[in-house]
């Protein structure tokens, strides 16, 4: 089965009872049991709820996985992950990544006993350098979270297998149409499915898919066990969102393609960061890993303002000033003092993410009126 039909029918079946197409809403905490522990395979829904486990397998078929996990959120999700290890563990993680990612890191998990070590990966090489007998996951973002770095996936995992180390991929700015991580080599493919897999700005929600089952049995005892989990009309959402990713991805890499173009000869424009570039370091191993190079890109203008990149945003119509992406509507956002707030601002500034840098999440409508709205907004 190919990837539009997946995204459609992958994992999925008619709903015994009446023969409905979509899975429906089982809005039901508990179950009805015969006997003690006689039942219909569900008996408590922080542990199993039809519509979820739906988009659970619908999850596993876009990713090429074989276990799909959904959370709460997209933290929810990562969190889980982390739970795999254990105080005295290390983490070597990509250092331009989520604001969000970087806290529940830095600010829950190293109070614990985890050290984590932010690192640039866009050479996969210089990862061995901190790897010990500590190291136990290695987490990747590529795209990366807002500079779009490019990771090479294939590299970096013959480096975690070579030392029996997890590698987790967070492919929520690609999402499984255009990159497969489980395919490339990682163990653990994680979403926030808040973003592009639910795609219309109404849920939040998190995702994990993996292909061996010991990791899955691990991640499903956690999942239960901590309870993150979503609810059945979250999932019902995600579930309808993912029939059309497809269609939906196609338009944002066409829009992306064409604002990249327009602000890349804008004169007010200093750096436009999009790995579809021919000028982007790693643009090779994105053309090589990548299906397309998607509907996000990050920009600074010249002079390097503050005060100019807050007037762009602030006049800016058509693109919302607002938290999140991967909606069917275009938003823009100022990073330092939004997504990435919560990272020190000298740390920040080591990946790029400086005060005039504006991120863009291009949607799906029509390109003129869209450059139409940067042209004001830039003048």
């Known amino acids: 089965m190919k990837f539009n039909t997946k995204t459609i029918h992958g994992g999925q079946e008619h709903d015994k009872a009446y023969g409905s197409v979509m899975p ?153 149409y255009l990159q497969k991580p489980l395919d490339l080599g990682a163990d653990i493919v994680m979403h926030s499915a808040t973003k592009y897999l639910g795609g219309h700005s109404d849920v939040v929600m998190g995702a994990l898919v993996v292909k061996e089952k010991e990791l899955a049995d691990k991640l499903y005892f956690i999942q239960n066990a901590s309870g993150a989990v979503c609810g059945p009309q979250d999932s019902f959402l995600v579930l309808r969102g993912i029939k059309t990713l497809h269609v939906r991805m196609q338009r944002h890499c066409e829009n992306g393609r064409a604002i990249a173009a327009y602000l890349e000869q804008h004169p007010k424009i200093e750096k436009v960061y999009w790995p579809g570039l021919k000028t982007h370091p790693n643009h090779d191993i994105a053309k090589a890993q990548m299906k397309d190079f998607g509907g996000m890109l990050s920009f600074t203008t010249k002079g390097n303002s503050y005060e100019a990149s807050i007037r762009i945003v602030e006049k800016l119509k058509i693109f919302t000033l607002a938290e999140s992406l991967g909606g069917v509507e275009s938003l823009s956002g100022h990073p330092a003092s939004m997504t990435h707030a919560s990272i020190p601002k000298e740390e920040r500034e080591k990946t790029g993410v400086i005060d005039s840098l504006i991120r863009l999440s291009v949607g799906i409508e029509d390109i003129d009126d869209l450059i139409s709205d940067l042209d004001q907004a830039l003048l």
């Open 24 to 176: 429906p809403i089982y809005q039901t905490s508990t179950y009805a049991q015969s006997t003690p522990g006689g039942h219909k395979g569900y008996e408590y829904s922080r542990t199993h709820n039809p519509t979820r486990n739906a988009l659970e397998k619908s999850f596993a078929s876009i990713e090429n996985g074989n276990h799909g996990l959904a959370f709460g959120s997209g933290l929810a999700a990562i969190d889980a992950v982390i739970k795999l290890l254990k105080p005295g563990d290390e983490v070597i993680s990509t250092n331009d990544l989520y604001g969000g990612t970087y806290r529940l890191f830095t600010k829950i998990y190293e109070a614990f006993g985890i050290k984590f070590h932010f690192i640039g990966m866009e050479n996969a090489s210089k990862i061995e350098m901190y790897i010990n007998k500590n190291t136990k996951l290695i987490w990747v973002e590529t795209p990366t979270n807002p500079m779009l770095n490019i990771i090479d996936l294939e590299a970096v995992s013959k480096i975690a297998k070579k030392y029996e180390v997890l590698l987790a991929a967070d492919n929520t700015f690609a999402t499984p």
